[in-house]
């Protein structure tokens, strides 16, 4: 069965430190991997997806993500955070043939001044 | 290009009521997914409609339904409410199929309470 995972519910760090969310999943083929940001009360936004290709990927507001396949992880990083990066991150598996995507139980990101 | 819009944002009901929620894809879009985001559960997929047709469902009682129009908007409705009822229901848009093959987009969501 699809399934991801995120180990860390709640991570905290200092501002200007780097960050690492960690995103394993199970997907019998080549995944469509997604992360996504949501602020309190709004919805999500769309951080950077990787499909195919170059491994590592780029997204907005200065994010990373590195696909390893051997490691069925999908990884989440920025070299310095800040304060405005505080919110919920959602790393998703899309399945290929259906308007599904499935959703890790999410990571709190909290920033200390 | 506007983003999704979802009406209303926020709702309160009273349990045994029904509620219908609307979703308005990004101009062009073709696919809409609903969503169910509880503290709980997290996020769960509802049902996704492309072209009007119900493609895809996920694991919700038939209290809940959805459709979708030929100008690509969306509803669900939820019959016979319960508390467990109660949650951001968000509607995502894509321009094709959805799922692995294209981006979905969100919407802010509708804050459903159910009393």
């Known amino acids: 069965a699809q399934s991801v995972t995120q180990p860390d519910i709640h991570i905290t760090v200092s501002e200007g430190a780097s960050l690492e969310l960690r995103c394993n999943y199970s997907?019998?083929?080549?995944?469509?991997l997604f992360w996504y940001v949501q602020s309190p009360g709004q919805g999500l936004q769309l951080l950077l997806k990787?499909?195919?290709?170059?491994?590592l990927v780029q997204g907005i507001k200065g994010f990373e993500a590195e696909f390893k396949r051997s490691q069925s992880s999908f990884n989440l990083r920025k070299p310095s955070v800040h304060w405005s990066d505080a919110a919920e991150y959602f790393c998703?598996?899309?399945?290929?043939?259906?308007?599904?995507?499935?959703f890790g139980q999410g990571t709190t990101l909290q920033v200390k001044p | 290009k506007a983003g999704v819009t979802q009406t209303p944002r926020y709702l309160i009901k009273t349990r045994g009521q029904q509620v219908t929620l609307s979703c308005s894809p990004i101009?062009?879009?073709?696919?809409v997914s609903w969503y169910q985001q509880t503290p709980g559960q997290g996020l769960q997929f509802l049902f996704e409609?492309?072209?009007?047709?119900?493609?895809n469902k996920g694991n919700f009682p038939g209290r809940f339904s959805g459709r979708q129009f030929s100008n690509s908007r969306s509803e669900m409705n939820v019959s016979t409410l319960e508390l467990g009822d109660s949650a951001l229901y968000l509607c995502?848009?894509?321009f094709g199929i959805g799922g692995g093959q294209e981006t979905q987009y969100f919407g802010p969501g509708t804050r459903l309470l159910v009393l």
């Open positions: 995502a848009s894509s």
């Open positions: 997907y019998g083929a080549t995944p469509y």
């Open positions: 990787y499909f195919s290709g170059d491994t």
């Open positions: 998703a598996v899309g399945a290929s043939n259906t308007g599904k995507l499935i």
């Open positions: 101009s062009g879009h073709r696919s």
């Open positions: 409609y492309f072209s009007e047709t119900q493609r």
